[in-house]
């Protein structure tokens, strides 16, 4: 079953400007991830928020976690054109064991 | 260096033949998992262990076999591979599974059941 839907499925910007990325989910979480994967490699980790944190940064990066609302976004400020990847968010199940993965965004940034 | 590595990268077999595919992790983490990646569809677990000897069914485990008899490697099994198991698999492995933490992935093999 998927827990964590991205939207939108896909998301084209001209460098320089911000991207967003939203995630739903829907059971209760501990934690919610977010990763990255560029073109068929490894995913890469990019920033956790626990499920008692509202907001957290890390470079250009922002996330926010919304528990009421069940839904995550990830906003890349002053995109760059190696930011091109797809973006997934991970989300754990209250035993902390499992992992479940959206289907990710792929965003495309035009230099 | 901190990794994790599969073997092989690609592998191209007929169905039926059984095959393995190799996870190792050299940052002495009790959390491994299996991961199958198709088009559209993102990542779902194929099977979990929370340490050596402990393992459990993801959300997709059907055809697939694992086992965890060193805290090191997580090879996954497939006994009689099928046209379905077609797809890009990933190894990952954490500190704990707690989900606190974050996970390292492989590189990723390309299996090809014809």
Avoid at chain 1, 11 to 31: P, R, V
Avoid at chain 1, 70 to 82: D, E, H, M, N, Q
């Amino acid at each position: 079953s998927q827990q964590g839907e991205e939207d939108p499925q896909a998301l084209s910007i001209q460098e320089g400007e911000n991207a967003t990325m939203n995630c739903s989910y829907k059971t209760s979480i501990n934690n919610l991830q977010w990763y990255r994967q560029n073109s068929g490699r490894g995913l890469v980790h990019l920033i956790l928020i626990r499920s008692n944190e509202r907001e957290k940064h890390s470079g250009r990066l922002r996330v926010t976690l919304d528990t009421s609302k069940k839904s995550s976004s990830l906003l890349i400020t002053a995109s760059r054109a190696a930011d091109t990847a797809s973006y997934f968010c991970a989300t754990d199940d209250t035993g902390g064991f499992k992992t479940i993965f959206g289907a990710g965004t792929r965003l495309f940034v035009k230099a | 260096e901190a990794q994790v590595t599969q073997n092989p990268r690609y592998l191209i077999t007929v169905t039926g033949k059984k095959l393995t595919v190799t996870c190792s992790q050299n940052m002495n983490h009790e959390y491994m998992s299996w991961y199958r990646q198709d088009p559209g569809l993102g990542l779902r677990q194929i099977y979990y262990s929370m340490n050596v000897e402990v393992t459990d069914k993801g959300d997709v485990p059907e055809g697939y076999k694992v086992s965890r008899k060193e805290k090191r490697n997580f090879p996954l099994i497939l006994e009689s591979p099928s046209p379905n198991q077609t797809s890009l698999y990933f190894c990952a492995s954490s500190l704990t599974a707690s989900g606190k933490y974050e996970q390292y992935f492989g590189p990723g093999t390309r299996l090809t059941v014809t």
